[in-house]
């Protein structure tokens, strides 16, 4: 079975509910949540493997400075970012993060899933991770930074 991974550089009720949402899909993958705060040093980080997926999330710019430091510790992964509003992206240092996809609490963390889905089941078809950009993946099948304010989803929206 594959793995997602989960970091936060702090933890929240933003990020609490970001693991709860990718602990409903079910499409073949098992979410491993690295303690927050931890800076991979839990044992939990010991199950990362070069080109695993794994989701960031960076709640204000405190996180995001905190994730930029780590930034050498995930080179190798297939990073995904979560950040809590669209408005963040207007500071471009997220990009020095070099995710494949940029999804936003407030507004497209809905396209998430089909991104996921894509992505799990192209390795499944090839029996390998894919690679960034080769043809028929779902790195080169969608843009590297999704900027799109599509109001799917609300960080505070209670169940």
């Known amino acids: 079975m594959k793995k997602l991974f989960l970091y936060a550089a702090r933890d929240s009720a933003a990020f609490r509910h970001l693991e709860s949402f990718l602990h409903r899909l079910s499409f073949g993958f098992r979410l491993v949540t690295l303690p927050p705060g931890t800076r991979f040093t839990s044992p939990l980080s010991l199950e990362l493997r070069s080109s695993d997926p794994l989701v960031l999330y960076a709640g204000n710019d405190e996180d995001l400075d905190d994730l930029l430091r780590l930034r050498d ?3 190798s992964f297939r990073v995904l970012l979560v950040m809590r509003s669209c408005d ?3 500071d471009t240092r997220h990009r020095l993060l070099t995710p494949r996809m940029v999804f936003f609490l407030d507004t497209n963390l809905r396209s998430l899933p089909h991104y996921l889905r894509n992505l799990f089941r192209q ?3 090839e029996g390998t991770a894919p690679a ?5 993946t779902a ?4 843009p590297r ?3 799109s304010c599509h109001p799917h989803f609300h960080p505070d ?3």
């Not at 960034?132 to 028929?136: H, I, L, Y």
């Not at 790195?139 to 969608?142: G, I």
């Open 73 to 75: 510790e995930y080179d």
């Open 132 to 136: 960034e950009g080769q043809p028929g």
């Open 157 to 159: 929206h209670k169940e």
């Open 123 to 125: 390795a499944a078809c």
């Open 88 to 90: 963040q992206a207007n």
């Open 145 to 147: 930074f999704d900027f």
């Open 139 to 142: 790195a080169a099948a969608s």
